[in-house]
């Protein structure tokens, strides 16, 4: 579902933020994407979503070639970013179906799947109140929504349960969990929580200044009784990082 080749990005004045990753992602696993502030990942995600053109490398998402045919990438993925883009006084229901429409969905059809995707994330009875009168967590879930509208086979998280209460976060596991149980979708995420990384993900990959350095199943990486945070700071170091965008 995910498969990359030297994949690298290179911003002006030399600054290399990603030099080289090579990522597999099989169809309907959830991979975790793991990396300090500033490793490449947030950089490494939006090559991957068609945000950022690479440097060099190739890439296949979702069956299409990353950097010749980005246009059916984008028909093919679902993207949720870390920070929410609905209008927080305008009814949700219409702001979906507008979505759909965008997606070259009949006003009919983008009804019809703003209705289901409500439904499968637990959200009916809610599309008609603006995303303001919400809690964290459901407007997570209505984020989640709109990436599902025209029926992705990849679905991106990033960063997708930050600040939400412990039983937010349950919750969204289980529907995350869903989308793969139950619709065979492929989820590729990125996350600071380690213990949701351990609960979540199929397989977990750890960037550190632009490149892969771990890779494996959660209980292949916690060899020796070592937690999954014992493992992320033996590899990555114990020294604060910079806040940094990329």
Not at 163 to 183: C, K, M, V, Y
Request: net charge neutral; hydrophobic share 35%; with cysteine.
């Amino acid at each position: 579902m995910i498969s990359t080749s030297g994949l690298s990005k290179t911003f002006g004045g030399g600054v290399e933020a990603v030099k080289g990753v090579d990522i597999s992602v099989g169809p309907g696993e959830i991979a975790g994407f793991l990396g300090p502030n500033g490793a490449g990942k947030t950089t490494t995600m939006r090559m991957l979503t068609t945000l950022l053109r690479p440097t060099a490398g190739s890439a296949t998402v979702a069956g299409r070639d990353l950097l010749g045919d980005a246009r059916e990438v984008r028909r093919r993925i679902g993207y949720v970013s870390q920070s929410s883009g609905t209008s927080p006084g305008v009814p949700l229901k219409g702001e979906l179906e507008l979505q759909g429409m965008l997606y070259g969905l009949s006003r009919r059809e983008s009804a019809a799947r703003t209705r289901e995707a409500v439904e499968r994330l637990g959200l009916s009875g809610l599309e008609g109140k603006p995303a303001a009168a919400l809690s964290g967590g459901q407007r997570r879930r209505f984020d989640i929504a709109f990436a599902l509208l025209h029926d992705p086979v990849l679905l991106f998280l990033d960063e997708p349960t930050t600040g939400l209460d412990p039983q937010s976060r349950a919750n969204l596991w289980g529907h995350i969990r869903s989308l793969r149980d139950e619709q065979g979708m492929t989820v590729f995420l990125t996350t600071h929580y380690l213990d949701e990384a351990d609960a979540l993900c199929d397989r977990i990959l750890i960037i550190d200044h632009g490149r892969i350095v771990a890779e494996g199943a959660p209980a292949e990486l916690k060899t020796g009784g070592r937690t999954l945070d014992d493992v992320f700071l033996d590899i990555t170091g114990r020294s604060l990082r910079e806040e940094a965008g990329v």
